[in-house]
């Protein structure tokens, strides 16, 4: 009896295969977060860390590669999410296994090594696999691939009418709109019983299903749409880890092998739920499936460095967890927050294929079990609002409650959806996306010209410019002659141009240059370039495409010629001029960046891992791992081990080595995520390569600072000329960054901190009454100066020190006042003799006069008080008219603002109580004798009433 392979051994059998077989070199998978592909939102497949050779702007030093690639499909243009847990094969992470040839074999290899591996190594059952060619596509002009099938029937013993011809949408791919694509040939596997799938290939029926595809990349398609041959041809495979699983384990479902049975034993051990069925239609295990397959998405991102946010990938990862976290609570029964504690079973069972599982597995728990906990804040809620809006009739969810379920408890669109499926309903979708196009109006940004990256990239594919030599290493300054190429900028791209005059934006193309481009973080470097006679070409930025420099600027005087390359001219001689004074700011930064780098993980620990940062002429922006905000002591403790390192004027070597040996060297850090050459380059501040690469293992090189850059840098630490830490920030769950400033920049930000600090001290000498206006003019200082974030610290915490001797003041003050016309209220209903009192308050606001009146109305109920008060350079009255003095003709309204008008002002309100204000503190008295005048006009011409 044969023997049921395991996943591992599936896995390891296709690598070997062709590692040991055909001469192929594995490379290990990239990162599912493609940090260095600005296009995709997820590595989606095998080929993606090879887009760059395909689009002929990289090479490698293999021709042939193979590997098991981490590919997430959830969110762009290959989605797969929708689909989890309702069938038996789609996932939103899986593993793609490939086999790549670059300019080497094609379609024969390709083909009969498939078949072997398929049918000679695993022994699947040849009579069950069907393979599909490109049938060809009149419109394109494109003719059958009848090579690809006569190959399959001459290199492979496939039945020949197991042979199927299909169309372009199923065989032929394409990478994007433009760029390398080329027919493709698809092996499928007929799982029914009988054998009698044969009309069901590429039918999406789940009996027969695509197991392998192999794609023969041979044409490039140029931004008018047209074919052309590809000089060099590439074959590009992949296949489908889980379902490949399945077929040789004998499943009818991905989901019941054991790359998935150890997850599910979990998902029961921690929920308490029955065990897995199986069935596509029974909720609980839909929520298996979906848990299952979910979590694993969630490892591997955040692994790779991706956070749940509310924008992009974040996004994505953040309604992936929300579904699973949904399902958990509503159809598992799950009481408290869960994912996090299947984590643990991700990495036991991946870890040993992907050992960056294993590197910092606590802060992926962290950021699940933050997220979930966060949601579940509001899941019940939502739910519970759900259910309300399902249950008001109709056959449908209306905009207005889906718009609320996500904007107020965190629901996605697609995870209402999902609930209203269950209960046989759907969803507004159109006025829900009307309801979010009014929210974004505000934030809206403007669309505009074209992407400069894939102009460059477009410019690369019909252009095929040749590489750039860069000089900027060593100078600023170079005088170059050979080739030159100019492409005139519009707004809706670019065109080739022979000739630019003044006023013209141009990208130039020359074949050597000290001018950086843009890359690592660190911004492409400015300057002129100047040609024959008087041409001036002022460089706005300097960017990259494969080894090509590309350098955006608009020329300024003169003219400038293209002479093209291979010319037998000796060309154009041109002298090409960095901006010294931004480089030397930029490599001030830059090497802070790295001091800044090696600080943290002192301060902090060794988990601290770069996400990103941005190096100019202003700042340098730090961003990286870490799970809470730096205390103030932390802050200062990194300013002082790199000043340590400035003062030191340690010399900053930069040398290249194998990136084999490199990384073998204790303390070195590289961007996790980013591609990096064969041989690389380090720059390492206080040590040189030659001997980190003699010792390697020494556990002394944790202490200096050790990285792959291909940045520029100043050639000693002392240079930097200090380092001062500005703002710290969290820019997504468990990941801060800091900016800092260097140089004069660095002295200047510290001595505005020192004027701020003295000028606090200042006002600690002042009293309390003189201080309101001096602190919110303090306060805006540090809102709107670039300050040391320690004297930023010492600042609030000196305001809110002050603000609070402040408030004290005032608050004794307002005691004061309140017991001052309190006092002269009762003096004044001491004196009071009538139904009539008219009278000032000193000291009283308009608060103040309300407690005066109810101090007097306490001992004159019966009779109309008018009383006024002048404050802060205003005046205030208030009247109360009892109801027998109204019915005499006396109303409040009336009185008040008749007292009103002579200081300036107006008022009004009921007969019984109304209040009024005035401008002219100085016509109070004048005020309230009108006042007197009105209201004994009005009682001495009605008469009492008289007593029932």
């Not at 924008?311 to 598992?332: D, K, M, N, P």
């Not at 408890?409 to 979010?436: C, K, N």
């Not at 194998?658 to 980013?674: C, D, S, W």
């Not at 041989?679 to 090189?701: C, E, H, K, Q, T």
Request: hydrophobic share 40%; aromatic share 8%; with cysteine.
């Amino acid at each position: 009896m044969q023997r049921v392979p395991t996943s591992q051994q599936i896995r390891q059998g296709f690598i070997d295969y062709f590692v040991q077989r055909h001469a192929h070199r594995y490379v290990p998978s990239s990162p599912v977060v493609p940090h260095d592909d600005p296009t995709l939102l997820f590595t989606n497949a095998g080929m993606n860390q090879f887009k760059d050779v395909f689009l002929g702007a990289g090479t490698r030093d293999y021709s042939r590669a193979v590997n098991t690639q981490k590919c997430i499909r959830a969110g762009g243009k290959h989605n797969d999410l929708e689909d989890v847990g309702k069938d038996t094969y789609h996932h939103t992470f899986f593993e793609m296994l490939g086999n790549w040839s670059f300019g080497d074999y094609f379609k024969a290899e390709a083909i009969a090594w498939g078949w072997d591996l398929l049918t000679g190594v695993w022994g699947v059952d040849k009579s069950r696999l069907h393979a599909t060619v490109f049938g060809g596509d009149p419109a394109e002009g494109l003719e059958p691939d009848a090579e690809a099938a006569d190959l399959w029937r001459s290199v492979t013993d496939i039945d020949p009418s197991h042979i199927h011809f299909g169309s372009k949408k199923d065989n032929f791919w394409e990478m994007a709109e433009t760029g390398p694509c080329g027919p493709c040939s698809e092996v499928h596997i007929d799982r029914t019983p009988d054998r009698s799938g044969g009309g069901l290939v590429n039918a999406g029926d789940p009996r027969v299903i695509e197991i392998w595809n192999l794609v023969f990349i041979q044409f490039n398609r140029d931004v008018t749409g047209k074919l052309a041959p590809l000089p060099a041809k590439h074959v590009d495979t992949g296949m489908g880890f889980e379902r490949i699983c399945a077929v040789l384990q004998g499943k009818g479902s991905n989901y019941d092998t054991d790359v998935f049975t150890p997850i599910f034993a979990a998902i029961r051990e921690v929920t308490g739920v029955r065990p897995y069925g199986g069935a596509l239609d029974d909720r609980v295990d839909i929520a298996y499936r979906v848990i299952a397959d979910h979590i694993r998405c969630l490892t591997f991102a955040l692994t790779d460095g991706a956070v749940p946010s509310n924008e992009g990938r974040g996004y994505v990862l953040r309604r992936i967890l929300r579904r699973a976290a949904r399902h958990g609570r509503q159809t598992l029964g799950a009481g408290e927050p869960f994912l996090w504690r299947l984590v643990p079973t991700v990495v036991d069972l991946m870890g040993g294929v992907f050992p960056e599982l294993r590197a910092n597995p606590r802060c992926v728990v962290e950021l699940i079990r933050e997220e979930e906990e966060s949601f579940g804040r509001t899941l019940d809620r939502g739910i519970e609002l759900f259910n309300q809006a399902a249950e008001r009739g109709g056959s449908r969810i209306a905009a207005e409650d889906a718009f609320k379920l996500h904007d107020t408890y965190g629901f996605p669109l697609d995870l209402t959806q999902v609930m209203a499926e269950e209960r046989g309903l759907t969803v507004d979708v159109e006025g829900f996306g009307r309801l979010m196009e009014e929210a974004r109006q505000k934030a809206r940004g403007v669309a505009g010209q074209a992407d400069p990256g894939q102009i460059l990239i477009d410019i690369l594919q019909r252009e095929q410019p040749p590489a750039t030599e860069f000089l900027g290493y060593e100078q600023t300054e170079a005088s170059v002659q050979g080739f030159c190429l100019l492409y005139k900028l519009t707004d809706g791209g670019w065109a080739p141009v022979r000739r630019a005059g003044a006023g013209e934006r141009v990208i130039m193309v020359v074949g050597r240059t000290p001018f950086y481009a843009e890359a690592g973080g660190q911004v492409g470097d400015t300057g002129e370039i100047r040609g024959p006679g008087d041409a001036v070409l002022r460089i706005v930025d300097t960017r990259k495409a494969g080894e090509v420099h590309f350098h955006f600027g608009t020329v300024e005087k003169g003219a400038f010629e293209a002479f093209p390359p291979g010319d037998q001219t000796p060309g154009v001689r041109l002298t090409l001029r960095v901006d010294h004074e931004r480089r030397q700011r930029i490599m001030a930064n830059h090497t802070g960046t790295h001091l800044v780098n090696r600080a943290l993980r002192a301060v902090l620990g060794e988990h601290v891992q770069q996400k990103g940062s941005l190096v100019d002429d202003e700042k340098l922006r730090f961003d990286f791992s870490h799970p809470a905000a730096l205390g103030q002591e932390q802050v200062g403790r990194v300013e002082e081990i790199v000043n340590t390192d400035i003062g030191a004027d340690l010399p900053v070597y930069a040398d290249y080595a194998p990136q084999e040996q490199a990384l073998k060297i204790r303390g070195l850090r590289a961007v996790f995520g980013e591609k990096y050459p064969p041989r690389v380059r380090v720059v390492s501040i206080g040590v040189p390569l030659s001997d980190l690469l003699a010792d390697p293992i020494n556990a002394r090189w944790y202490e200096y600072s050790i990285e792959f850059c291909g940045g520029t840098h100043l050639a000693k630490t002392g240079d930097v000329e200090g380092l001062v830490i500005v703002a710290e920030e969290a820019i997504a769950k468990g990941v801060r960054r800091v900016t800092a400033l260097t140089g004069p920049a660095a002295h200047q930000a510290a001595a505005r901190g020192e004027l701020l600090l003295g000028r606090l001290q200042a006002l600690s000498a002042k009293q309390p009454d003189q201080l309101a206006g001096a602190l919110t003019e303090l306060n805006d200082a540090i809102v709107h100066q670039q300050l040391p974030l320690q004297v930023r610290a010492q600042l609030r915490e000196g305001i809110a020190r002050l603000q609070a001797v402040v408030k004290q003041h005032e608050k004794s003050r307002s005691k004061r006042l309140a017991e001052q016309v309190v006092e002269a209220a009762r003096r004044v209903a001491e004196e009071a003799q009538g139904n009539l009192i008219v009278a000032a308050v000193e000291g009283a606001d308009a608060a103040g006069l309300r407690t005066a009146m109810d101090t007097i109305r306490k001992k004159h109920p019966e009779a109309a008080l008018l009383l006024g008060a002048a404050s802060d350079g205003k005046v205030s009255f208030l009247a109360a008219v009892p109801q027998a003095l109204i019915a005499r003709g006396l109303k409040a309204g009336d009185w008040v603002r008749e007292a009103a008008k002579v200081a300036g002002g107006g008022g009004g309100g009921r007969p019984d109580m109304a209040q009024a204000g005035g401008k002219d503190p100085a016509k109070l008295h004048e005020a309230l004798e009108a006042g007197r005048r009105y209201a004994q006009s009005k009682l001495e011409t009605q008469p009492a009433a008289r007593p029932r």
